[in-house]
């Protein structure tokens, strides 16, 4: 991956002088249009104009010293989930193309925008964020960042959220995870994503998935990064990360679920880093979690995402369905097999989850796993309706498991440079999330040695 600034870095070039906001937008601007990149693959739509605009802008506010943030002139990507005054949100589909633009900005996008964030454009995603490889067939798929010239999956449903960050199209991006959407293509691109406890960042003026697992993170280049924008999502302040020292950590790796069928390269990259964080002082001891057999029963007739999604599109799939991914409406389609009871047995069922889950976890600092099974498969490889479903539900696998928990998580790239891309995830219960941003920062530096 090209070195990149990370947000820090930016807000103290900005505050030098040694850069400008419109030099930062106008080198974003630049890779997208670059024909042999992913920019027309990456985004949606890319707002040029008023961009610069608003780099202007923050070039005069940065002058006259009433920048509204360290980071006022920055340029972030916005995943075509949300919206934005003005413009018409599709949700990476063509069904809502006839949509009538939208009076006022997601929630999410106001607050970036009044920390003086700078939208550069919409990004590439998969349809209506049902899919955690990131596949669209209506505006291409972007490549992902390992071995290129052979096109592998970049991760979903945040697919252009990732390229964006990659290569530099965007210094941050707003992504949702719903079963992994932000941690799965932040493994597959070798960068950092975060879901938060949902309850912590709002849900308005963004299109669901489903309402009862939906976040809504940050993708970035740093667990810093995703602390700055997190921090700002959660209309919290922005504080100091403060890295918690590796000695003494105590860690639990679910040996239930979580570690079934690793590819060779998963498996060996995790392994090796456990040992790293041994090596270092951390406590890890492996876990049984015989709650986690409860998620495939719970999700047998598609569970919550099924069912709400469902009950969102029930009316519009049934006017615009020839115009949808047939591999994204017939996972909708499950949820009109559910019943209202099928729906509440869900409810408790996942109250009873969360609570036996949290008494497991309670002794330890955060749950280690892989983030995903798998290392990103080549888009031509899944060409077949088979090998699509087989990869897509191992890629959401072991991620669903935290948003099933209301829980929060975050994945670090852990792979040497030049090795196939892997994610390691460490998760908590909800609530935890400084700790987890705290936990991460100690170990973002050593688990990739």
């Not at 030099?23 to 601007?29: D, S």
């Not at 719903?178 to 799965?184: E, L, N, P, V, Y």
Request: glycine share 8%; proline share 6%; with cysteine.
């Amino acid at each position: 991956m090209p070195d990149f600034p990370t947000l820090a870095q930016l807000a103290e070039d900005l505050e030098s002088g040694r850069t400008t906001s419109r030099k930062l937008v106008e080198a974003c601007l630049a890779r997208i249009a670059d024909p042999a990149g992913e920019g027309q693959r990456a985004f949606i739509h890319v707002d040029k104009d008023a961009a610069l605009a608003v780099a202007d802008a923050m070039d005069a506010l940065r002058k006259a010293k009433a920048a509204p943030s360290r980071y006022a002139g920055i340029p972030i990507s916005i995943k075509d989930l949300f919206d934005i005054k003005g413009q018409v949100t599709r949700a990476g589909s063509r069904a809502l193309d006839d949509s009538a633009p939208a009076e006022h900005d997601a929630a999410t996008v106001a607050r970036l925008r009044k920390a003086g964030f700078v939208v550069i454009g919409r990004t590439n995603m998969t349809e209506f964020a049902y899919s955690g490889i990131g596949i669209n067939p209506h505006y291409g798929t972007p490549k992902g960042a390992w071995n290129r010239s052979e096109g592998h999956v970049p991760g979903g449903s945040s697919a252009g959220a990732a390229v964006s960050v990659l290569d530099g199209m965007a210094h941050g991006a707003l992504g949702t995870d719903t079963g992994g959407s932000c941690r799965i293509p932040a493994a597959f691109n070798g960068i950092v994503g975060y879901k938060p406890t949902q309850r912590r960042v709002p849900l308005d003026g963004s299109v669901p998935l489903s309402f009862s697992l939906d976040s809504i993170g940050p993708l970035a280049r740093s667990v810093s990064c995703c602390a700055i924008l997190d921090a700002v999502l959660a209309g919290e302040p922005i504080v100091p990360l403060r890295p918690r020292p590796i000695q003494g950590m105590r860690l639990a790796v679910p040996t239930t679920i979580a570690l079934d069928d690793l590819d060779a390269e998963v498996a060996k990259t995790f392994e090796r880093a456990l040992k790293t964080l041994s090596d270092h002082g951390a406590i890890i001891e492996r876990i049984e979690m015989a709650e986690f057999h409860d998620v495939g029963p719970m999700n047998a007739k598609g569970g919550f995402a099924a069912s709400e999604s469902y009950a969102w599109h029930r009316y519009l799939i049934t006017a615009k369905g020839d115009v949808y991914d047939p591999r994204v409406a017939m996972r909708i389609m499950r949820g009109e097999a559910q019943s209202a009871a099928d729906y509440i047995d869900l409810l408790n069922e996942r109250r009873s989850l969360i609570a036996r889950v949290n008494a497991r976890i309670a002794p330890y600092d955060a749950l280690v796993l892989p983030t995903t099974p798998n290392t990103p498969p080549k888009i031509a490889d899944l060409a077949d309706d088979q090998a699509f479903t087989r990869e897509n539900i191992r890629a959401l696998r072991n991620c669903s498991l935290i948003n099933l928990i209301d829980g929060c998580a975050i994945s670090l790239p852990c792979h040497r440079e030049g090795d196939v891309p892997v994610g390691l995830m460490l998760a908590g219960a909800g609530g935890s999330d400084h700790r987890i941003f705290e936990l991460a920062a100690g170990m973002e530096a050593v688990i990739r040695v």
